[in-house]
């Protein structure tokens, strides 16, 4: 089982930035893969950027050249922390960001709030 704890999220004025983080524990080295995705009241949880194992990245359309996802190792390359970088903020990445990481099966953080004031 692996453990994703969350932080960094907030109220931010568009066009500011902010930088979540995802610390991944327990059994690290089963991890697959790992992403973030977002979900706003009454909508499905939708991706938002993924990290391979090996180093392999993908965007959303919606936030292409925006945001950066980005990863620490831990030691012998295990799964550590994992970034999602945002610039440039827009009204509509108001949401709830959870973490998630792929091993046998789906891994969920708490998830954090971001807002974004227009």
């Known amino acids: 089982q692996v453990q994703l704890v969350e932080s960094g999220g907030g109220l931010v004025q568009a066009g500011g930035s902010l930088r979540l983080s995802c610390t991944a524990s327990g059994r690290i080295f089963s991890i697959n893969n790992m992403a973030w995705y977002r979900q706003t009241p009454g909508k499905q949880r939708e991706l938002v950027a993924r990290?391979?194992?090996?180093?392999?990245?993908?965007?959303?359309?919606s936030v292409k050249g925006r945001f950066t996802i980005s990863r620490d190792n831990a030691w012998n390359n295990a799964w550590n922390t994992v970034y999602l970088q945002m610039n440039s903020l827009k009204s509509e990445d108001t949401a709830v960001y959870y973490c998630?990481?792929?091993?046998?099966?789906?891994?969920w953080g708490q998830g954090t709030q971001v807002t974004v004031s227009s």
């Open positions: 998630y990481a792929l091993t046998g099966a789906a891994n």
């Open positions: 990290i391979t194992k090996s180093g392999d990245v993908i965007y959303a359309d």
